[in-house]
């Protein structure tokens, strides 16, 4: 069985440094998409990667202290991510919060 339908992707790009009350900020960020409801999230761990202030961060052994990038995906209804955004906003210091609209096709062998 095949469902097609229009969603919202989230998609946050934070370093693994980064810290929400005394946690990875990463990991407390998914821990509210879970808490509100979203249908489903990912925590992904990047291996080098730089951003707007044009420094990169790699897994090199020079520079294994450095903060590596982290990426957090969401996708849900509109609604639901209409609702978590501001929370979302309210808890990263410095990041990038990117949504878009996606087609979403389900597959299930039922």
């Known amino acids: 069985m095949k469902t097609t339908e229009t969603m919202k992707r989230l998609m946050i790009f934070i370093d693994e440094g980064d810290q ?17 409801g979203i249908s489903g999230g990912s925590l992904l761990r990047g291996s080098a990667g730089f951003g707007s202030h044009g420094r990169m961060h790699t897994t090199t052994i020079l520079d294994l202290a450095t903060s590596l990038p982290q990426i957090i995906l969401a996708i849900d209804t509109t609604e639901k991510m209409n609702a978590v955004i ?25």
């Open 86 to 110: 501001p929370h979302l906003e309210e808890m990263i210091g410095e990041g990038l919060l990117v949504v878009d609209e996606v087609t979403v096709t389900k597959l299930s062998k039922k």
């Open 20 to 36: 929400y009350a005394g946690k990875n900020l990463g990991a407390a960020l998914l821990q509210k998409l879970q808490s509100e």
